[in-house]
């Protein structure tokens, strides 16, 4: 039994710092990396890069938004045609940082907004698979499990990862309980390693009410950018191994 | 004997259009694209590449200061180590619209202020041609002759390419004539369609003074932005190929 | 009987020129000039509003979203917190720079897609006027007839004004022809006048499909981006001085 | 006897958070804040006006170059009507959100590059103090004493305020110890409100090589994004209020 640990990376812009980087990398195993759209610069791709290969954790675009100030969270009305032209430059532009360091990119990851409105837009989600393809067939595209993100990549041909959020409240659907519902976010670290342990070793969340809803993911997404983040992240990684889950890159 | 014409394309951004691509494209055989940071955007860059693959025409990077408003001509205190990281994420997001449309790069070519800047600081032309050779050491560099452009390009093992400009005034020394000068950008077709043949032909520049600079140039520059400039380019084709010269790309 | 011309001005940005401002201010009476968000820059806002005194034209703010690339005219999540603290700054910015030319502003109309979400959502109308009051009452707010925007700014105590479009196809309902449907946009310039001059004198509007909706407006609303504008808006502004209606400002 | 205490403020950005404004603010009595060009968002300088207006401190604006990767601390090609528009927009952002609260602007402090490149070039100099006097020749225009930038202030009939930095040392001539030198930032708190004393009380300050270099400061310039900033202030306010100096906004 195995699996991924992924994570938000990168996400400093010029003089402005955010995460803590450099504490989360030494225990999760795949970074989505910021490319200079919704967060990131140049200089914070390559040293975020230099940063994932020293540490062995395999490198991920991680595309957004180009809306500095949203952080890439709003939702920005977008034809597909764009949003496939916006992801293979933002996608290229890490790749080439990435080649610049000997490394090269596994996955990737859409972000904030522009995720969440491929979860519900087949339309959009395709834009991301096509995008994916158009650079580069090989690499994974993460997505939520269900949703049409891995339905689109799929579609395409590429190879999907399906990912978890152990820190996150689902509902019975196998949805995310919305953050702006009270519960949505699990503080309690003991019970985001039992939630990440269920979810990988049974293929189980318990959703909101109680009730256990079947779950299959490929990778588990952390945060980096909370309070503790580190500290929590080498709590899950811990508690996946404890339970003789192995933990490694998709 | 054959010269190569390049152009810079693809400056229109968003809603706004600046030059005559369509009209420029087939009297060229490279173009410069805008990669975005002084002008171009996603879409625009994926236009300008398929618009030059349509005509035949070499696809080459044009990457500047991340300055919209001064349109990357505005010089910008930047160290070394940023201006590398800085053209590899750019040369990259094109390179990746480019595979898109199953083309791929051919030269790079630094843009205003920073091309400017590199000519006289030897340190700023080494971090372009290291960004260059850390993406694609085959990729060719273009710069202003006898230059730190072209030093710095040829001391990481690039193969590089000259370039002069016909409808621009030259000093005895080879230098360009300033542009605040009176006379610095030459307007009559033919002297310039004349000066164009002489360069390429005769490997001679007419100074300001009239005396006879020699002057080795391996490509063109025509711009694209200025009135007229289609029909201007179509002439300095003609008029080379009429005088025997072979236009084709580097 | 008297009307006012309003035209959307200074949308150029840095290197880019946009729109004729030159030609078209002579027969407008209402200039809304764009204040660095989704067009125009400190430079353009300044030759702008000098352009717009020396017509003796009155100069109006057109905040829009902070979206250059998509020109304000792509839909982003806002909360109206937000949106209220983008308008005040960009009305503070214009009217800084009109003070600095000895002129100041008149009315406040909102840009591309704040104005159209706004015109079906109550909050984001509220917030529009309650940025207006906050930063002058004495403005007049611009807006589509019998839409939330009109409904807010009257809701704050502002002098509002209809603006109806000599050039839009209208539904029996009072909306517009969305612009997606044939039709949408009338380019005949004799029944562009001709439906001014019945909207102004008579207070109707032919409908799609022949009905005559009646429409109250205070402002005509010409566009200056597209070809043949600067004729298309003398010739409205003639046809109803020809019809004894007198064009001033609001 | 009395002294002004001015720090940057509001320079966060977007998802991003930079220094401690709320513990800062207690201590000082005049708050630089930034304007959305080099920091600062629409909602951080509501926030930021609505803190001062709460803590009773001056408010002022802190204009830059529009360049938020370089945070404005990157040299750019400007000429001095740029300057003078990008200021007049940028302060009338900031008066325009204080007036959103009930507060109004009581003087401007140019930020980073800008100042330092118009402490050396009068003509840049003269153009901040003209955007100053072209939106309120009432403000008070901030600058390093016997440089360009009061010289231009005064030029203009502006009130002018000179500024020391306890914290950073001094050369034979008055200037500032280049940042790039060792020792030209002081670190231990006890010396820095020492040094504050000696400047206000009297009229010097210890130059690096130990000599007593006469300086007349109307305001010292703490900064708020260092690590112990708030402590820092705090010691330095009560340093100089043990030292029968009251602490007072210009």
Same mark, same amino acid.
């Given at each position: 039994?195995?699996i991924?640990?992924n994570?938000d990376m !990168?996400?400093s812009?010029?003089p402005?710092t955010? %995460?803590?980087?450099?504490?989360v990398?030494?225990?999760? $195993?795949?970074a989505?990396?910021?490319?200079?759209a919704h967060a %990131?610069?140049p200089g914070?791709?390559?040293?975020?890069?230099?940063?994932a290969?020293?540490?062995g954790?395999a +490198?991920?675009?991680?595309?957004?938004?180009a809306?500095?100030?949203?952080?890439?969270?709003?939702e +920005?009305?977008a034809?597909?045609a764009e949003?496939?032209?916006?992801?293979?430059?933002?996608?290229?532009?890490?790749? &080439?940082?990435?080649?610049?360091? !000997?490394a /090269?990119?596994?996955?990737?990851?859409?972000?904030?907004a522009?995720?969440?409105? &491929?979860v519900?837009d087949r *339309?959009?989600?395709?834009?991301?698979?096509?995008a994916?393809?158009?650079?580069?067939?090989?690499l994974?595209?993460?997505?939520?499990?269900? /949703?049409s993100? +891995?339905?689109a990549?799929?579609a395409e041909?590429?190879?999907?990862?399906?990912?978890?959020f &152990?820190?996150? /409240?689902y509902?019975?659907? !196998?949805?995310? $309980?919305?953050r702006s *519902?009270?519960?949505?976010? +699990?503080?309690?670290?003991?019970?985001v390693?039992d939630?990440?342990?269920?979810?990988?070793?049974?293929?189980?969340?318990?959703a909101?009410?109680?009730?256990e809803v079947?779950l299959?993911?490929?990778?588990i997404?952390?945060?980096?950018?909370?309070?503790?983040?580190?500290?929590?992240?080498r709590?899950i990684?811990a508690?996946?191994q404890?339970a003789?889950?192995?933990?490694r890159?998709?």
């Amino acid at each position: 039994m195995h699996i991924d640990i992924n994570c938000d990376m !990168g996400e400093s812009f010029g003089p402005w710092t955010m %995460g803590d980087d450099e504490r989360v990398m030494p225990s999760i $195993t795949s970074a989505n990396v910021a490319c200079g759209a919704h967060a %990131g610069d140049p200089g914070v791709m390559r040293r975020t890069v230099r940063a994932a290969k020293r540490h062995g954790v395999a +490198i991920g675009a991680h595309p957004g938004f180009a809306d500095l100030q949203g952080f890439g969270r709003r939702e +920005i009305q977008a034809d597909p045609a764009e949003v496939e032209d916006l992801l293979i430059a933002q996608i290229g532009a890490l790749a &080439a940082i990435a080649r610049a360091e !000997g490394a /090269s990119l596994r996955h990737v990851k859409a972000h904030g907004a522009l995720y969440n409105m &491929a979860v519900r837009d087949r *339309r959009l989600a395709g834009a991301i698979a096509g995008a994916i393809k158009a650079f580069d067939p090989s690499l994974i595209m993460l997505g939520l499990p269900n /949703s049409s993100l +891995i339905e689109a990549g799929a579609a395409e041909g590429l190879r999907v990862a399906a990912e978890g959020f &152990a820190d996150r /409240s689902y509902e019975r659907d !196998g949805s995310l $309980t919305p953050r702006s *519902r009270a519960g949505a976010v +699990i503080h309690d670290p003991a019970l985001v390693v039992d939630r990440a342990v269920r979810m990988i070793r049974d293929g189980i969340v318990l959703a909101a009410d109680g009730a256990e809803v079947p779950l299959k993911v490929d990778t588990i997404c952390v945060h980096g950018d909370t309070p503790g983040a580190a500290d929590l992240t080498r709590r899950i990684r811990a508690g996946l191994q404890a339970a003789g889950i192995h933990v490694r890159a998709l």
